[in-house]
């Protein structure tokens, strides 16, 4: 099982960037599947969550009205549109499937993918 996550880079505060994150090696179609964020020395934290179904949708605080988590199933990805970008969003993302519904928590995801970094320049 791997979920590849791409789509980060460096751009100006008040930009957009769109992550992606493919799953391979099984399906989680069925899995609530979430991004977190973590910069060195801080604890990784969540960003946004998003049921099998994409019916419901969490964000954390500093994040809404910005960032909008998707799902295709089809293609067994997941997606982070960040908007309005800000210095304090610098992080590496990463793109994780849950063993639960609508807890988000570090430890209630199953499955973790590789980071892709985030750079806000002011």
């Known amino acids: 099982v791997q979920l590849q996550a791409s789509g980060g880079g460096l751009v100006q505060a008040g930009g957009s960037l769109r992550l992606s994150c493919a799953a391979s090696g099984r399906s989680f179609s069925t899995r609530a599947m979430g991004w977190f964020r973590q910069v060195p020395g801080k604890e990784r934290e969540f960003v946004a969550g998003?049921?099998?179904?994409?019916?419901?949708?969490y964000y954390t605080d500093s994040v809404k009205g910005r960032f909008t988590i998707s799902r295709d199933n089809a293609k067994n990805t997941v997606y982070l549109q960040m908007n309005s970008l800000k210095p304090e969003d610098t992080s590496v993302y990463y793109c994780?499937?849950?063993?639960?519904?609508?807890?988000?928590?570090?430890?209630?995801?199953?499955?973790w993918g590789k980071g892709t970094l985030v750079t806000v320049s002011s």
């Open positions: 994780a499937v849950n063993r639960y519904s609508n807890r988000w928590w570090v430890s209630d995801m199953d499955y």
């Open positions: 998003i049921t099998w179904d994409a019916v419901s949708t």
